[in-house]
């Protein structure tokens, strides 16, 4: 083990730094209400931890990946369909304005574990916070500390893994296989 210039530690492989939210969750060293989505070789999915609403979904890869120019091939393979599984399991639950898919992987002075957001933005969402968008919302939410019940979290990721099966085939919520097929399965089931 040894200290990065951010004093994280780091395993000899660079696969998992402690104290990174990130490789934190993955390892199960903090709690992840709802637990993990959908998975594949390289990335998983899980609900934002943090003060973003309720339905935004994280899809972040297994390793310690701090730049998108540091992923291998298989990674950037899968990388567009989870993004737009992931995407239209938001679109189907929440039925927003708009989804935002946005890069996050810069700390306080250096770069971190990446993970694109996969935010739902409602009409209803956008008046609670004045009417602003895209990223003077998201840093107004994130300034704001209010994060959704671990409750709604936990029953919203149960209907996603339902949504991710519906795309992807039965017994995929846990996939290793990277694989995204269909384009509209997800909108056959029904919401509630």
């Known amino acids: ?5 951010v004093q994280e530690v780091v395993d000899p492989g660079g696969m998992d730094v402690v104290g990174c939210l990130g490789c934190d969750l993955l390892a199960g060293r903090r709690d992840l209400p709802g637990g993990f989505v959908h998975e594949t070789v390289s990335w998983v999915v899980n609900h934002v931890v943090g003060p973003m609403n309720l339905g935004t979904l994280i899809v972040g ?5 701090a730049a998108v120019a540091d992923l291998d091939d298989s990674a950037i393979a899968e990388l567009g369909p989870v993004l737009r599984d992931t995407a239209r399991v938001v679109e189907a639950l929440c039925r927003p304005e708009q989804t935002y898919v946005c890069l996050w992987s810069h700390g306080a002075g250096a770069r971190k574990h990446l993970h694109f957001a996969v935010q739902p933005v409602t009409t209803a969402l956008v008046a609670r916070y004045g009417g602003i968008r895209a990223e003077q919302l998201q840093a107004r939410m994130l300034a704001s500390e209010d994060e959704p019940d671990p409750a709604d979290v936990k029953l919203f990721c149960d209907r996603a893994r339902e949504f991710f ?3 992807n085939g039965p017994g995929t919520a846990r996939s290793s296989s990277g694989g995204s097929t269909t384009s509209s399965a997800v909108h056959k089931l029904p919401l509630t």
């Open 165 to 167: 099966r519906a795309i």
């Open 61 to 65: 890869p297994r390793e310690h990946v």
């Open 1 to 5: 083990m040894f200290l990065t210039a």
